[in-house]
């Protein structure tokens, strides 16, 4: 149990303590008891002493260390006083306006500048004040200037709505033309910071250097308007002219005084209506309520004529914040030629018509002379190298879009077949030119191996679809010859052993005899007789009558004579009925000094790296899958395409929607009507010069010459990817020197 109370101050537990010891020493010494008694009660007043002084030490300890904590608050008061102090020198060393409201959005402190603007405010900055009084006494100041339309209170709602934001700043309009900027931002613990910033020179200066910005821009686009052609006006909201150039005056022979923009909506309606002639359904009223509703109205696009010999287009169109453009052209000079072109046109229509009584009935036996080649040209230009384009395209979109290697091979082996297909159909149409030997060999050295490799690779499968074994013999012959009719002449060789043969195998092979080899092309088919062997090099003549159309139409031996005489590689056979045939062709032999030629014979080229991003490429292409082909694949190498079928279609969307392309690509036959010359000429005359490639499967001189006389390219179909991308890059490169310029 304890003596005293711990509550009690450490001189009142001492005195406690002294008088019971001393009352316990009074009673040992007095006491009657026996002498054991009296020692115990000694014991107990020793004890008891001891505890007092352990007491009393505890208390000594404690007393000193609330000397040391007091000392200790005492340096940390003064420590804030001073820091305190520093803060508010601080805070009012700065230039700006400050204040800082506590998460209460009361008042903790703020500096001299704070609001020294608002002379009526500054009275009632003291700490304690309360934010939303504070918005209060500054949306009612005599110095704060609201505008017509905005009410203290609105003002007020205003500044509330920021100040539940993390951070805002804005400029404050005072009266006299003065300007103060806040910012405020939300401190870590939910406070917020005012700053308040004079800005008014800073504004002013802003305002003359726009004003001045202004003043340059007017003149600049006044001397812009003047240096037009064309006669330019622009109506305010208000009907008055706000510019306008002096070929508007000249063409409208507008009084003098209407100048420097004195013009208005009446006054040009009222002039019109005294000296033109408008479009039967549009006149002057129809002009003037268009004027007068132009934000709601389209843009309108008519021709007027003034006096008996002046014609003027008219294009007006609404700019929203500004008013209505009109634009007046002279196309005077393009009606007299367009009405002298149709008197020309009248008349040669009846010279034509003349001319095609007296010539039809050469015509039609020409016709008749010619119909068997004029069919397969026909096909063989458009409607056969149509889809094969289209297919390609088709098919590289897949391999470009797959990883799958096992796609990628089948992929390869479909895109290597088409190729040879395309080269095929392209031996077809050439056929009538070997006949008349306009053709242009481009004999150059090639590796044997290499036309070996491709046939190996694209009869194999032929072969053992049927059972046969197809072999053909490796060579490292270098021989001169054109790759591509070399190659043609050995498919069709091939092509028909493999058909012919029923079983057995197919063997293909080389002999060297002195400076030439002769390609063997051996079968185990049904083998030929005499009379067979003198027409199988005729025009649609086919051994087997009772064959499909799908097994060929009896061209194939025929183009291979004719290619082996325009080569002038002898061609020879040997056949025996029952047994199988042997067709032979052949080449001279180079030597060693042409290894060097191997890498570059009859290679596919590699796509270039596509880097066509951003260009606008213009597709007019009335064959649908081929026009999605296309577009597919410019847009996969980072185009933009504007797709078109038909030259009206490509022209309405330069004139309307006012794309200007980066390049154009146009079909060469766009049915019946004009051509892709004719919409490249229109786009011409409207935008300049532009990058074009004419897509055809025409390889006709007299287009090649016209195209080359305008300074435009081929693109023959079916489409090489690998030109195509090349154009489109050229085009890219070409675009961004012009923008680095």
Not at 66 to 92: D, P
Not at 354 to 364: F, I, P, Q, S
Not at 692 to 720: F, Q
Request: charge should be negative; glycine fraction near 6%; hydrophobic fraction near 40%.
């Amino acid at each position: 149990m304890d003596f005293v109370d711990p509550n009690d101050t450490v001189e009142r537990q001492n005195q406690k303590l002294s008088r019971i010891v001393e009352s316990l020493i009074r009673r040992a010494e007095h006491a009657s008891a026996p002498s054991e008694l009296a020692y115990a009660q000694f014991e107990r007043a020793a004890y008891l002493e001891a505890q007092m002084l352990q007491q009393t030490r505890a208390l000594e300890r404690t007393l000193d260390q609330l000397s040391e904590s007091k000392a200790q608050l005492g340096v940390a008061n003064i420590a804030a006083r001073t820091a305190r102090a520093h803060l508010s020198e601080a805070i009012e060393a700065i230039s700006e306006g400050f204040a800082l409201f506590g998460p209460d959005d009361r008042l903790i402190l703020a500096n001299s500048r704070f609001c020294v603007n608002l002379r009526d405010v500054i009275p009632h900055i003291r700490p304690g004040l309360a934010f939303r009084r504070y918005l209060e006494l500054v949306s009612q100041s005599d110095d704060l200037d609201l505008g017509h339309r905005r009410s203290p209170v609105d003002w007020m709602n205003w500044r509330l709505a920021l100040h539940d934001s993390q951070a805002a700043s804005f400029n404050v309009t005072l009266m006299g033309d003065r300007y103060f900027q806040t910012s405020s931002q939300r401190t870590a613990s939910g406070g917020t910071v005012i700053m308040h910033s004079d800005v008014t020179d800073l504004i002013r200066v802003e305002r003359q250097e726009r004003d001045a910005l202004m003043d340059r821009q007017a003149m600049l686009l006044q001397a812009t308007l003047d240096h037009l052609d064309q006669g330019v006006c622009i109506f305010g909201s208000d009907g008055h002219a706000v510019g306008q150039n002096r070929r508007l005056i000249e063409l409208l022979h507008l009084p003098p005084k209407l100048a420097g923009g004195r013009l208005s909506t009446a006054v040009m309606l009222d002039h019109l209506g005294r000296s033109t002639t408008f479009p039967i359904g549009f006149g002057i009223a129809e002009l003037g309520f268009w004027m007068r509703n132009a934000a709601r109205q389209p843009p309108i696009a008519f021709e007027i004529k003034q006096g008996g010999h002046t014609f003027l287009k008219i294009f007006g169109r609404h700019i929203p914040s500004w008013g209505v453009v009109m634009s007046f052209t002279d196309v005077t000079a393009e009606r007299l030629a367009n009405n002298a072109l149709r008197d020309l046109n009248e008349g040669l229509e009846r010279r034509v018509e003349d001319r095609t009584k007296a010539l039809g009935e050469a015509l039609r036996d020409a016709e008749r002379a010619t119909a068997s080649k004029s069919r397969f040209v026909a096909a063989a230009s458009h409607d056969l190298m149509q889809p094969l384009s289209s297919a390609k395209l088709f098919i590289s979109s897949i391999a470009d879009s797959s990883d799958d290697e096992t796609i990628l091979n089948v992929i390869t082996k479909a895109e290597t077949s088409l190729a040879h297909l395309e080269q095929i159909i392209e031996a077809l149409m050439d056929i009538s030119k070997l006949d008349a030997d306009k053709v242009v060999m481009d004999r150059r050295p090639i590796p044997l191996e290499n036309v070996f490799g491709i046939l190996r690779d694209q009869f194999t499968p032929q072969a053992a679809q049927k059972g046969l074994g197809l072999s053909v013999v490796p060579s490292s012959l270098l021989i001169e010859s054109d790759p591509g009719y070399l190659r043609r002449i050995l498919e069709n060789l091939i092509s028909n052993a493999v058909r012919y043969t029923d079983r057995g195998r197919v063997v293909v092979g080389v002999r060297r005899r002195g400076n030439t080899a002769r390609i063997e092309v051996w079968d185990t088919g049904r083998g030929m007789t005499e009379d067979e062997k003198r027409v199988i090099f005729e025009e649609f003549r086919k051994l087997d009558p009772g064959s499909s159309p799908a097994q060929g139409l009896g061209l194939g031996l025929a183009i291979v004579d004719r290619a082996c005489a325009s080569l002038d590689h002898p061609l020879t056979v040997q056949s025996t009925p029952g047994v199988g045939s042997c067709f032979s062709v052949s080449v001279p032999i180079l030597d060693a000094y042409w290894t060097s030629e191997r890498n570059r014979i009859d290679e596919s080229p590699e796509l270039a790296e596509p880097n066509c991003d951003g260009i606008i490429v213009m597709l007019v292409e009335n064959d649908r899958q081929l026009r999605r082909a296309l577009s597919l694949h410019i847009e996969g190498w980072g185009g933009v395409v504007v797709p078109a079928e038909s030259a009206e279609d490509a022209v309405d969307l330069i004139n309307e929607a006012g794309i200007r392309p980066d390049a154009l690509l146009l079909d060469y036959h766009l049915g019946e009507g004009p051509t892709g010359l004719d919409v490249y000429h229109q786009i011409s005359r409207r935008q300049g010069p532009c990058a074009c490639r004419i897509v055809t499967a025409d390889r006709s001189r007299n287009l090649r010459r016209y195209c080359a006389d305008h300074g435009l390219e081929i693109l023959n179909k079916p489409i090489d990817r690998a030109k195509l991308l090349d154009f489109l890059n050229e085009v890219s490169a070409a675009k961004r020197l012009r923008a680095a310029e």
